[in-house]
C-alpha cells in the first residue's frame, strides 16, 4: 500500500519529469529565435517580441502547478508574475519604438529584446525555478554570442546541448538521492 510519501514523492517526480520537459521545449523555442535571427533580424525581432509572451505564459503555468503543491500561495504570486511579464513585453515595446525612430537598426533591437527576455526569464525563475533561471541565462549569453561570432549557430547549439545535458544529470542525481 502506499504511503502518503511515496504519493507525495511520486508527485514530485511527474512535476520534475514536466519541469525538465518545458525547460527542453524553451531551449529548442529559443534556439528556433536563434536561427529565425541568424536569418532575418527584422523576423528575429518579431519572434522574440512574441517569445516574451510565451515565456510569461510558460511561466505562469509553472507556477501555478507549483502552487498545486502548495509550494507557494498561487494567487500572489500570480499578481506578481503578471506585473513582472507586462513590464517586461513594456520595456520590449521601447525597444521596439527606439528601432521604429531608427535611433538603433533590427540587429540591435532583436539584441536588447533578446536581453530584456533573457533578464525577465532569470528574475522570475528566482521565484519559480532554477531551469527557468539557466533558460535566462542562456538567452544573455546568446545574445552576446550573436554579437560578436558571425558563425554564432554552432557556439550556440553546443551550449544549449550542454545545459540539457547538465540539467538532466542534475535532475537525475537529485531523483537517486531523493529515493534512498
Not at 508527485?11 to 521545449?25: A, N, Y
Not at 506585473?83 to 525612430?101: E, I, M, P, T
Request: charged residues 15%; contains cysteine; aromatic residues 10%.
Amino acid at each position: 500500500m502506499a504511503t502518503a510519501r511515496d504519493i507525495r514523492n511520486a508527485e514530485q517526480r511527474r512535476q520534475s519529469r514536466l519541469e525538465e520537459g518545458v525547460f527542453i521545449l524553451l531551449l529548442l523555442l529559443s534556439m528556433l529565435g536563434i536561427a529565425v535571427t541568424r536569418f532575418s533580424p527584422e523576423d528575429g525581432y518579431a519572434f522574440w517580441l512574441f517569445m516574451v509572451t510565451v515565456f510569461a505564459g510558460i511561466s505562469i503555468a509553472i507556477g501555478r502547478m507549483k502552487a498545486k503543491n502548495h509550494t507557494f500561495d498561487f494567487a500572489a504570486a500570480f499578481k506578481e508574475q503578471l506585473l513582472h511579464w507586462a513590464s517586461a513585453v513594456l520595456v520590449a515595446g521601447g525597444a521596439f519604438l527606439l528601432q521604429k525612430s531608427g535611433r538603433i537598426d533590427e540587429n540591435a533591437s532583436t539584441l536588447v529584446v533578446l536581453l530584456i527576455l533573457s533578464l525577465a526569464t532569470m528574475l522570475d525563475g528566482i521565484r519559480i525555478g532554477w531551469q527557468l533561471g539557466l533558460i535566462g541565462l542562456f538567452l544573455g549569453a546568446c545574445a552576446i554570442i550573436i554579437a560578436y561570432v558571425e558563425q554564432f549557430m554552432l557556439p550556440v547549439s553546443v551550449l544549449a546541448g550542454l545545459l540539457v545535458i547538465v540539467t538532466l544529470y542534475w535532475e537525475f542525481k537529485s531523483r537517486k538521492q531523493a529515493d534512498q
